[in-house]
């Protein structure tokens, strides 16, 4: 089928700088892509990169679509080449049916963050207070050590039967991560995301030795570890699964071109998967949520309290809150948000 294609370059403010372990942000680029078919049926998708996880770059996405042209048929957006996963993302979200969306649940609940630092200390009891029991704690941002102390005081302040989630975001060495390990044996902590990271530009040799350490701790220690910047890809998902990873996969549904494929993957290995946010606008916030709601395997807390994340709101997923629910998904207006990019 022939599809008429047109697309937005967007550059977003955001409401507050978001400082991440790869450094801070002040405005998500991205682009924004709309189909209409031959019977008039309209999609919207957004290609929400983040190169630094090994994505394409803005401009890169851009000038694939530039090349599209204003007319393309299903052949072309099949020979996408897979180094624009973003890309290849969008276009399959604007492809999809508005029809087949089953839902399995009526609402997932959602992970609250917890700054890093003491202050976190004082961030728990008013999320404790909105409801939340799922908290993730970004540490590897200060000195190990002072940020291991905290970790009693963090547990401490937890209501009974909540679950703490650490992302270290790849920060630490073997050593560290050992430290870490051992302390949290024995404490409510769902999982370690990342605690150690090889990142794809310093070679095959070093990466695989990066992989053996993940692989060597997961072994070695009772808390489960989570992968996260170990894998930017469906290769990756592929190379993990086949190396039988026994910990949890974090599934960053906007950096995957086949999104419906990586999770076939998964389901049918019986991958335990954490569904999480690239930082996308509504229109990803859809696509990625809807493949959370569509999950087969056990459902775990969301990755998504992350908005309001935009200067101007019309660009929001569902606001932080300790549930999501599948109406909050269906309510996503993607047209509302392509309209707003004018
Ligand atoms: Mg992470």
Not at 114 to 130: K, M, N, W
Request: with cysteine.
């Amino acid at each position: 089928m022939s599809h008429q294609f047109q697309f937005r370059r967007y550059r977003l403010p955001l409401r507050v700088p978001v400082r991440t372990a790869h450094g801070r942000w002040a405005e998500r680029e991205g682009v924004m892509v709309r189909l209409t078919d031959a019977h008039g049926a309209v999609g919207y998708g957004e290609a929400a990169v983040l190169p630094w996880f090994g994505t394409e770059t803005a401009d890169e996405a851009e000038n694939a679509c530039r090349e599209l042209g204003r007319k393309v048929d299903d052949a072309r957006l099949d020979s996408l080449p897979a180094g624009l996963p973003c890309l290849r993302g969008a276009l399959a979200a604007a492809r999809a049916s508005e029809q087949d969306w089953p839902p399995r649940h009526e609402s997932l609940g959602v992970a609250a963050l917890l700054p890093a630092g003491r202050p976190a200390l004082t961030a728990i009891a008013p999320r404790v207070e909105a409801g939340f029991r799922v908290f993730k704690w970004k540490v590897g941002v200060g000195e190990p050590a002072d940020e291991l102390a905290l970790l009693d005081d963090v547990c401490a302040a937890l209501p009974a039967g909540s679950k703490l989630r650490l992302d270290a975001n790849g920060a630490w060495d073997r050593r560290q991560a050992e430290r870490w390990l051992e302390r949290c044996a024995e404490r409510p902590v769902e999982f370690i995301e990342q605690p150690c990271w090889v990142p794809r530009t310093q070679g095959e040799a070093a990466q695989r030795r990066g992989d053996d350490m993940l692989r060597g701790l997961a072994g070695d220690w009772p808390t489960p570890i989570a992968l996260d910047e170990s894998i930017a890809s469906e290769a990756d998902i592929e190379r993990w699964l086949g190396a039988g990873w026994p910990g949890l996969f974090v599934v960053k549904p906007s950096l995957l071109g086949d999104l419906p494929g990586a999770l076939q993957r998964l389901e049918t290995a019986r991958a335990a998967v954490v569904f999480s946010s690239a930082l996308e606008t509504g229109v990803g916030a859809r696509r990625a949520l809807r493949a959370a709601f569509a999950w087969g395997g056990e459902p775990r807390a969301l990755g998504f309290g992350v908005w309001p994340l935009f200067a101007d709101s019309r660009f929001d997923g569902p606001h932080l809150a300790p549930f999501i629910r599948a109406e909050d998904v269906r309510r996503l207006d993607a047209e509302a948000v392509w309209n707003a990019l004018n």
